[in-house]
C-alpha cells in the first residue's frame, strides 16, 4: 500500500529565513507520480508541483525548489526567503499509475508552517 | 479559470439528520473525488467516481455514500450524521491524463 509521511507538524520561521518541508513516500510502483499542494486560510488547497517518478531532475520556480531523491523514497520542498504570505499548510501527496487508481491521491498529514515578520 | 463549487461552506446538523454535500466542477473532469481533513490525519479519501454513475470506496467509506448522475456533479451523502463526522469535507476534481486534483473551498461540517 502506499503511504504518504510528512513528519514535520509545525514549523515556524522569521521572514527571510529558508523553510524546507520533509515528504518521504512508500509505494511499490515503479511508475507514479508525487504532488505538493499550498492551504492557505482561505481553505481552498492549491496545486504547486507535479513530478513523475522517472524525473529526479530538481526543480526552481522563484521561491519554490524541490529535490527529489528516489535512492531515499523522498521529495522535499524548500522556500527560500520566506514570506509572511507562505504562512499555510502544505501537503504532500502520492499517485500510482496504476490501471485502477483513477487519479486519486493519497496524502500526507500536512505541516503547518507558520511565517512570523 | 477552472472551478470546483461547493454548495454549503459551513453547515451544522443534528446527530441522526441526512445530510447532502453538493460539488460541481466546470471542467469536464471524469474523476471527482470527496476527501475529509482532520487536523494531524490530512486528507483522507472517502469515496471517488470516475464516470457517471460509477463509484469506487476510498480508504474511510463507512458512514458514507455517494451519487454522480451527471458528469459535472458528485454528492456526498451522511444518511445518519454523527458527531465524529465532524470535519471539513473537500471535493476535487481531475483529468484522467495528468491526475492533477482541483480542490473546491471545502464544506465545513458540525455534527452536534
Known amino acids: 500500500a502506499q503511504k504518504v509521511t510528512q513528519a514535520q507538524t509545525e514549523i515556524s520561521v522569521v521572514e527571510k529565513e529558508d523553510v524546507t518541508l520533509d515528504c518521504v513516500y512508500e509505494?511499490?510502483?515503479?511508475?507514479?507520480?508525487l504532488f505538493w499542494y499550498k492551504q492557505p486560510p482561505s481553505g481552498e488547497l492549491v496545486f504547486l508541483i507535479r513530478r513523475n517518478s522517472f524525473d529526479e531532475q530538481n526543480e526552481i520556480s522563484g521561491r519554490y525548489s524541490w529535490n527529489f531523491q528516489k535512492s531515499t523514497s523522498s521529495f522535499n520542498f524548500t522556500i527560500t526567503a520566506s514570506q509572511v504570505v507562505d504562512s499555510a499548510v502544505y501537503f504532500c501527496a502520492l499517485r500510482e499509475a496504476g490501471g485502477t487508481s483513477y487519479g486519486k491521491l493519497t496524502f500526507g498529514q500536512g505541516t503547518i508552517l507558520t511565517v512570523h515578520p | 479559470d477552472v472551478k470546483v463549487t461547493q454548495s454549503s461552506r459551513y453547515l451544522v446538523k443534528r446527530t441522526g439528520e441526512k445530510v447532502f454535500l453538493e460539488c460541481v466542477q466546470d471542467?469536464?473532469?471524469?474523476?471527482m473525488f470527496w476527501y475529509r481533513q482532520d487536523p494531524g490525519l490530512g486528507l483522507r479519501l472517502i469515496y471517488f467516481?470516475?464516470?457517471?454513475?460509477?463509484?469506487e470506496k476510498g480508504d474511510i467509506p463507512e458512514g458514507y455514500s455517494v451519487s454522480r448522475e451527471k458528469k459535472e456533479r458528485f454528492s456526498l451523502i451522511l444518511e445518519s450524521a454523527s458527531t465524529n463526522q465532524t470535519s471539513m469535507y473537500l471535493c476535487?476534481?481531475?483529468?484522467?491524463?495528468?491526475?492533477?486534483?482541483?480542490f473546491g473551498e471545502g464544506s465545513r461540517l458540525t455534527v452536534l
Open positions: 471542467m469536464d473532469h471524469e474523476n
Open positions: 467516481s470516475y464516470d457517471v454513475k460509477m463509484k
Open positions: 509505494t511499490r510502483d515503479t511508475t507514479y507520480y
Open positions: 476535487a476534481s481531475s483529468p484522467t491524463s495528468t491526475g492533477e486534483l482541483f
